[in-house]
């Protein structure tokens, strides 16, 4: 029997309601879900903590406003408030972090392959961007930014922020996932244990030899 044309559009919605559905972390079906970090239990995610056991602490996190540490290579420190550091954050499908730039400091390209991020700028002047994927170009999408602006990072896409100014910059994000992840993509590609093979470095990224060699061993010591 032939499908009506409105059955189809009806099947076709539900099809996508239910993808996107299950396309994000997952949501409580109780008021909430506390972590329970010492439990040895794996799931995907964190189990609940006993509701009898939760109090107001498992749902409030203290130090934002203290400056990080960018005594590094990149000049920037990254304070994240995920649902390791706020418990009361499981199953609730977001979380935050502060980042902190020195002058110049930086943030490298990286994904995020949990969560899209909406970052503001609350000091400094960042010059932030994103690339799109293969299809159809690789185009990337760049804006300077400067206090109280906002920029949206679409989840899984490989984005960076980097201070253009030779002052401090501060800003926040917020991210939809309790746990986010993060593959900052030079430390993946040349400093994955065990490295990747150096051929395959080599003709991915058209490098002779001496400069793979050099890169796997600058990242692989980064990563220890």
Do not use: W
Request: aromatic fraction near 8%.
């Amino acid at each position: 029997m032939a499908m009506s044309h409105d059955l189809q559009l009806f099947l076709g919605l539900l099809a996508l309601a239910s993808s996107l559905a299950i396309a994000t972390d997952p949501t409580q079906l109780q008021d909430f879900c506390v972590a329970d970090n010492t439990s040895n239990i794996f799931v995907n995610g964190f189990v609940c903590k006993d509701p009898n056991l939760v109090n107001e602490n498992d749902f409030f996190f203290t130090g934002l406003n203290q400056p990080g540490n960018t005594a590094n290579q990149l000049g920037s420190k990254v304070t994240p408030v995920f649902v390791t550091q706020l418990p009361g954050l499981n199953t609730l499908g977001l979380s935050l972090a502060r980042i902190d730039f020195a002058p110049y400091g930086l943030i490298p390209p990286h994904t995020h392959p949990r969560a899209s991020e909406i970052l503001v700028v609350i000091q400094g002047t960042l010059a932030v961007g994103f690339v799109a994927s293969n299809n159809p170009d690789n185009k990337l999408f760049t804006k300077v930014l400067n206090e109280g602006d906002v920029f949206v990072f679409p989840q899984g896409l490989i984005h960076f922020q980097f201070n253009t100014g030779n002052t401090n910059a501060v800003t926040i994000s917020g991210l939809s996932s309790q746990n986010p992840g993060v593959i900052t993509i030079a430390n993946a590609v040349f400093g994955s244990k065990p490295p990747i093979s150096p051929y395959i470095l080599e003709k991915a990224f058209q490098l002779d030899e001496n400069t793979v060699d050099i890169l796997q061993a600058k990242f692989g010591m980064n990563n220890n």
